[in-house]
């Protein structure tokens, strides 16, 4: 049975930090993509940033420079580092891999 799991999420102030983890279990994680998507209230969900299994990553636009998709193959882990976080960037973030996904987990970025 496959499980993909977030964790890390909370309320932070605009300008400060947030790691996000998923923790996954039941693929081949070292030869599957990962991909952090977020989805705002009433919007549509958003691909946030994508990481081959041969370690290439892309990110949105609005995201660039800030945000650091990352895997730990030893510990079947996905992360995303986010850095000089935005309101804007408040969503429900998250995990997917070989279109298994996880429940999302709340980022709230505070003025």
């Known amino acids: 049975q496959v499980q993909v799991v977030e964790s890390g999420g909370g309320l932070v102030q605009a300008g400060r930090s947030l790691r996000l983890s998923c923790a996954v279990s039941g693929i081949n994680f070292r030869q599957t993509s990962a991909y952090w998507y977020r989805q705002p209230p009433g919007n549509q969900r958003e691909l946030v940033a994508a990481l081959s299994a041969g370690g290439v990553e892309n990110y949105v636009d609005s995201v660039k420079g800030r945000f650091t998709i990352s895997r730990d193959n030893g510990k079947n882990t996905v992360y995303l580092q986010m850095n000089s976080l935005k309101l804007e960037d408040t969503s429900t973030y998250i995990c997917?891999?070989?279109?298994?996904w996880g429940q999302g987990v709340q980022v709230t970025v505070s003025s």
């Open positions: 997917m891999l070989s279109l298994h």
